[in-house]
């Protein structure tokens, strides 16, 4: 069973910046595709930014040019660079992976999820 492992979450100001890393604890043996999730107490959990095997990226509209998703296989580590922060942001941030194929930024269809990690915005 592979084990996912958020990590990078902070508090920020907003306009600020952070990283968040997603490690597996093994490589998993078919292409996957990887996603982020993000949930706050007010919201129900939302896919964030997407990956698939082949570098393809997909983003939700509230994020689409402060956000960018990369993986590196070979460390078996997912990132998120987010940037220009807004409180709106606020939430714990969760990675996930599936075989790819069908809409990726739905919650629906995804075996693996980490623990999570917290981002606080604040203005």
């Known amino acids: 069973q592979v084990h996912l492992q958020e990590s990078g979450g902070d508090s920020v100001q907003a306009g600020g910046s952070l990283r968040l890393s997603c490690e597996a604890s093994e490589t998993f043996n078919f292409p996957y595709c990887m996603t982020w999730f993000r949930q706050s107490p007010w919201k129900e959990r939302e896919g964030v930014a997407s990956i698939r095997s082949d570098g393809m990226a997909y983003y939700a509209d509230s994020v689409k040019g402060r956000f960018t998703v990369s993986r590196h296989d070979t460390k078996n580590t997912l990132y998120l660079q987010m940037n220009s922060l807004e409180p709106e942001d606020t939430a714990m941030y969760y990675c996930?992976?599936?075989?790819?194929?069908?809409?990726?930024?739905?919650?629906?269809?995804?075996?693996?999820w980490g623990q999570g990690t917290q981002v606080t915005v604040s203005s």
């Open positions: 996930a992976a599936r075989i790819c194929g069908g809409p990726l930024l739905v919650v629906g269809g995804y075996n693996y």
